[in-house]
């Protein structure tokens, strides 16, 4: 196994280890992670401003589950059309088993409800993880890997690649910003969605470059 693999498959399991802690520190009520929440927002939320608002209102639309469900859908056939089965599995799972079904079964389990602050957006359900944050790792991190993959064209894969980078930034950090979720719970919505990213991206692709045809 190359050592870029044996890398990026440590700090999947790094990641997973992670957000084991965090979920244990939910159910304990642990005083750290009420620290680490309360720092968090303090450093995304101050100060809030109308503009900031605006930004994180439309920026957190591209984690929304329909959106999610449709763009993936929609690109699906796309690949059976042009038969890329492997790249059609690779983003049903990770965008439909990972992104949604499993987010959603770890919300329940959990039983966290959201933030007792001011909510900028409307937020039905629980709080942990993320939904958004992990729909952002997921569908946003699966579309680089392909990019990566099909994207012949160096100039075009870097402007993909960075736009697509940029949403994973922002996306999230909306959540934190509107009162929505814990910054833990981003944490924790980070780390799963890139821990099941690249397990799917080994066991699907192998990390191997596939034919541009």
Known sequence: MKTAVKIQLSCAFLALLIFILIA?????????????????????????SPNRTWFF?????????KWSLVLMFTLAILFI??????????????????GYVFANLFKY??????????????????????GHTM???????????????YLANDGLRFAVNS??????????LSRIYLGVHYPSDVVAGYCLG??????????????NQLKRS
């Not at 389990?109 to 993320?130: E, M, T, W, Y």
Request: proline letters at 4%; charged letters at 10%.
């Open 163 to 172: 736009f697509l980078g940029v949403i994973i930034v922002a996306l999230p």
């Open 57 to 65: 209102k439309n920026v957190t639309r591209a984690g929304n589950e």
């Open 109 to 130: 389990l959990i039983h966290r409800p959201r933030p007792h602050i001011v909510h900028l957006i409307q937020a039905s359900g629980f709080s942990f993880p993320s």
């Open 81 to 98: 059309f042009q038969k890329k089965l492997r790249a059609t599995c690779f983003l049903l799972i990770n965008v439909g088993v990972f």
């Open 135 to 149: 729909n952002a790792v997921l569908l946003y991190g699966s579309l680089i890997i392909l990019a990566n993959y």
């Open 24 to 48: 244990f520190g939910v159910v304990v009520d642990s005083t750290w992670l009420a620290h680490f929440d309360t720092w968090g927002f303090s450093l995304v939320r101050e100060p809030l």
């Open 194 to 207: 890139y821990a099941m990213l690249v397990f799917s991206n080994f066991f699907i692709f192998k990390f």
